[in-house]
């Protein structure tokens, strides 16, 4: 069976999407989202999850340096734990996000991304693909 995920870079303004399934280990598509209010990012991945057949999300960690977590690790466990309430049958995972950063610069670069939302889908993109290359 193909497994569907959804990348999350999550942010407190704006977040970042990917879509990608375990046959190709690839994200196929990537997007960013800005809210106001959580409820709506809420709605938003459910939203996703329902369309797409979403069987995992990852979310993006930004871990300290030494591995510790920080105070944005914390509200991205407390956000996804709300998710998991309200889809059930999605897995949760978590993925260290931090050199994604410099995967992205070299991205950037490479094939001209300039645009900051694109940098937030691009960054779930990387997160997802991460994720992928470890755990399946």
Not at 1 to 30: E, I, P, Q, R, Y
Not at 42 to 58: A, G, L, M, R, T
Not at 72 to 85: H, V
């Amino acid at each position: 069976m193909t497994v569907k995920l959804l990348g999350v870079d999550f942010g407190t303004k704006n977040v970042g999407f990917a879509l990608g399934n375990s046959l190709t280990k690839a994200s196929v598509n990537f997007f960013s989202f800005s809210y106001k209010e959580k409820a709506q990012l809420s709605q938003k991945i459910i939203d996703i999850c329902e369309e797409w057949e979403v069987n995992k999300i990852v979310f993006g960690m930004p871990f300290n340096s030494d591995g510790s977590k920080n105070k944005m690790c914390r509200q991205i466990e407390k956000f996804s734990k709300k998710i998991a309430s309200q889809i059930e049958e999605v897995d949760i995972f978590f993925q260290d996000e931090n050199f994604t950063s410099t995967e992205y610069k070299i991205e950037q670069r490479n094939n001209n991304i300039s645009s900051l939302n694109e940098s937030h889908g691009y960054a779930a993109k990387l997160i997802l693909e991460s994720f992928m290359r470890e755990q399946l």
